[in-house]
């Protein structure tokens, strides 16, 4: 049996739930949503509309159509980044980005955006808020963050970030790819004004799923424009949510096994997967530094941190590490830059980059205890690599 | 009564929300294709009763659905007769 780690890259597995109701799509719905007027469109609306409603009762968003679907985060990080800047416009962001959000920016610096980068100091690699308000400008349009790291976990606290924004009068964004589903999210609370996420990691949805959130006072120029299923008659862009910044068929299938993703969370409780992943990543920590050799990158506590945990090991190149555990306990982490130089640049492992051992509700503590075992095992070079 | 009312949207997805909202409330509409009569807009009219109707005039004066028209109907003969109603207070 594979031991699967590595879900802040995707989750694996998923619920049976998400499985059976894609299967069901699959089965008896087929049609495409809010399309045509029969009832194998009219069903496929609602489920698509269903999801919608779950993610909103999930980030407390009052209007379930201010959420645009999306492929992944990626997509809607770009969306929302493409459709709110313009040249001369500032925005501040932080050190620990990943490329979803890095390359977006650096794009639009070339475009003539002005780009400020927030240290997020060593050892929890939380954010400089005293830093982040002093960089704050005339023309700063906005704040764009991530809520959790990809590579060290640390989240930022939201909440405090939003009152900063609020009192300047300066936009939120926020990249909640790895927290959505997996920690609270209260985009009223928080102040949020656009909202980034994937569905196909701690939603358990499938791959191919995602969305933004869109404050209803904020109205982005969209990147891309066709069939909405609205005002067919016209041959402009409606200027309504979300058909404004939602054309062409989505992913009607994957969407549906999102919402049940969604309705997992929902049933199970958010404090309860918290709570599993809390232990979780303090008994990773706990064994981890108890192994000679080993160096966990990121001090956050269990708190204020995803589940997933850096480490390098003396004398070991990162991919070595992945691969023996791969190849003799099959477990399944990941190694290298995690897609953030950014953040490895920051923390002084570029370009090796670490090994990520991610986990889920869906992990074990006995998983857990092969992890410990193999790397103790790798640190006693009693292998032969 | 044969007679009825059909509301039509700006989109499919005000008329899925429509729905949803009604529901909850256990108030019964039946989403159906737009009546050619009415609309060339593909997609989904919601038909209620006079019941519902009064609950949907509730909520769109809320803001909570946007609707583009809202229709009395009534069959004379072979053909269903469409009047128009104010949609802000019916």
Redesign the interface.
Known sequence: MVIYMDNAATSYPKPQEVLSAMNYFFQEVGGNP?????RLS?KS??IV??TR?VLARLFHIED??QIVFTLNATMAINIALSGLLKPGDHVITSTMEHNSMARPLRYLEEKGVELTRIDCPAPTFQLDLEQLEKSIRKNTRLIAVVHGSNVVGTVFPLEEIGKIARKHGICFMVDAAQTAGAYPVDVQKAGIHLLAFTGHKGLFGPQGTGGLYVDPGLRLESIYRGG??????EDRQ?D?M??TLESGTPNAMGLAGLGAGGNYILREGLPTIRKKEIELTNQVVQGLSSIPGVFIVGEEKAENRMPLVSFVMKGLTPSTVGEFLDERYDIMTRVGLHCSPWAHQSMGTFPEGTVRVSLSYLNTPSQVDTLLQAVRELSREEVKL | MDEYYVATF?????A??C??TLKQDNIKVK????PRQVS?????AARMDEEALRAFSNLCREGTIEVEGLYSVVKEGKNLIFTPINKECP
Not at chain 1, 34 to 38: D, L, T
Not at chain 1, 228 to 233: A, D, I, R
Not at chain 2, 40 to 44: F, R, T, Y
């Open positions: 809010g399309r045509s007027g029969h009219l609306g609602e509309y269903d409603d379930p159509l909405t299923g609205s005002k067919s008659e409606p309504f979300p058909d | 700006y989109s499919t997805n005000y899925l929300k729905e949803k989403l159906i294709p737009v060339s807009n593909c997609g989904l």
